[in-house]
């Protein structure tokens, strides 16, 4: 019974790793490559009447951080159920 447990947690950190690395990519990708390596390719578009490259590196990456924040709250709610984790 102990090794099975101790497999069950090895995969919950898997997955709560998995999770993080992939909404970390995608924060990232958000704020550093559209906010400021991609800003002169984004700019030639409008969001609103703002230059889209000015809009990631103002508004969006904030924006995305808080869907990301959401986003991971819930999906660890959905792991914590799944592996039978309390609080």
């Known amino acids: 019974m102990a ?13 709560n790793l998995r999770l993080m690395l992939v909404l970390l990519s995608i924060w990232f990708v958000i704020s550093y490559l559209c906010g ?3 800003v002169e390719e984004l700019n030639t578009i ?5 230059k889209l ?8 990456s904030m ?3 808080v869907i ?5 709250a819930r999906k660890m709610a959905a792991l914590d ?3 039978e984790v309390n609080d």
């Open 3 to 15: 090794d099975n447990n101790q497999t069950s947690r090895k995969e919950y950190w898997r997955a």
């Open 36 to 38: 400021i390596l991609f």
């Open 46 to 50: 409008r969001l609103g009447g703002y």
């Open 53 to 60: 490259g000015f809009w990631f590196a103002q508004q969006g």
């Open 63 to 65: 924006y995305g951080f």
């Open 68 to 72: 990301i924040v959401f986003v991971y």
């Open 81 to 83: 159920r799944k592996f």
